[in-house]
């Protein structure tokens, strides 16, 4: 059972030292996680505010001296599985008016209506190793972001994934595996051999 941390009391000038200082340097690994896990800027982006929100609101839970940015990834992966969970459970939400409008408009092209997910991910198209960690489940995606691309230990990630560290530890040999697995066609193409 992790144990409770006293709550400390800041000054409005304190707490935005401290926001500025240890919060705002991770801004870019928050946005590259956030859009790690919802594969949406505007959702990633989103995430990230919402984050950096919640910790500017709840700093005096924040242990100064401690890794800002492992409370921080705690916060923002609480934050995603809560909206994930929200949204499993609300029907998807269509604002017909605004497709009325488009389709009536002079500006329409008739013939073709693009896919605006297919066009923002042309760019991506071929990157086999980007693709091949988007295909993995969220449990085993997150693990591989964390530690082979953040670089948290295993102690760290347990407490960002409130999960025991067996299980990070399991869960991450598994994911590798997984990984492996996907990316083994496109290694062989490149020439190289299973070993």
Known sequence: MEEEVPKQSYTEAQKTQIFNNE????????????????????????????TYLKA????????QGTNAKAWLFRILKNSFINDYRKKRKEPAKVDYQEVETYYNSEDVDRQITPDLRVESLQDMIGDEISNALN????????????????GFKYDEM????????????????????LLKEKLSEYAKSMGYKNT
């Not at 705002?24 to 505007?42: G, I, K, Q």
């Not at 295909?135 to 953040?150: G, M, N, S, Y």
């Open 158 to 177: 347990a407490k960002i994934l409130d999960i025991p560290i067996g299980t990070v530890r399991s869960r991450l040999h598994r994911a590798r595996n």
């Open 23 to 50: 919060f705002m340097p991770h801004v870019n690994s928050m946005y590259n996680f956030a859009y790690r896990l919802t594969f949406d800027e505007d959702d990633a982006k989103d995430l990230v505010q919402d």
């Open 135 to 150: 295909a993995l489940d969220v449990d085993f995606r997150t693990v591989i972001i964390l530690c082979d691309l953040e």
């Open 56 to 63: 500017y609101r709840f700093i005096e839970s924040f242990q």
